[in-house]
Nanobody, 133 residues
Framework: QAQLVESGGGLAQPGGSLRLSCATSGFTLDYYIIGWFRQAPGKKREGVSC????????AYSDSVKGRFTISRDNAKNTVYLQMNSLKPEDTAVYYC??????????????????????????WGQGTQVTVSS
């Protein structure tokens, strides 16, 4: 059974760092785009960063460009989101989502979040990130 399991969320101070992990299993990662999305209370889901695991191409939202870095560990089938210079506005539940490369690309997947999590092929349960002093 395919799974995405996020971890690494928590409380960080403004200017601090966190690294989120998305452990994948049950499907061939090379055929998928993995995206990190976030949703704050009362706000729409936002695409933060996406990676095409077939060619390592990436996309970032303007709000995190230069601060966040998405990467992949092939041996562990895990996608990471390194978050530096955190701001209070980064506070949200962060989700790891997957869609096949035949359906989308990194730019489109990040720029156009789907309304419901189940519209993606695979999705995780989310991890809370809170940035506060």
């Amino acid at each position: 059974q395919a799974q995405l399991v996020e971890s690494g969320g928590g409380l960080a101070q403004p200017g601090g760092s966190l690294r989120l992990s998305c452990a994948t299993s049950g499907f061939t990662l090379d055929y998928y785009i993995i995206g990190w999305f976030r949703q704050a209370p009362g706000k729409k889901r936002e695409g933060v960063s996406c990676i095409d695991t077939s060619d390592e191409s990436t996309a970032y939202s303007d709000s995190v460009k230069g601060r966040f870095t998405i990467s992949r560990d092939n041996a562990k089938n895990t996608v990471y989101l390194q978050m530096n210079s955190l701001k209070p506005e980064d506070t949200a539940v962060y989700y790891c989502l997957a869609d096949p490369i035949v359906k989308t690309n990194v730019q489109a997947m990040c720029a156009i979040p789907k309304d419901m999590l189940f519209e993606y092929d695979y999705w995780g349960q989310g991890t809370q990130v809170t940035v506060s002093s």
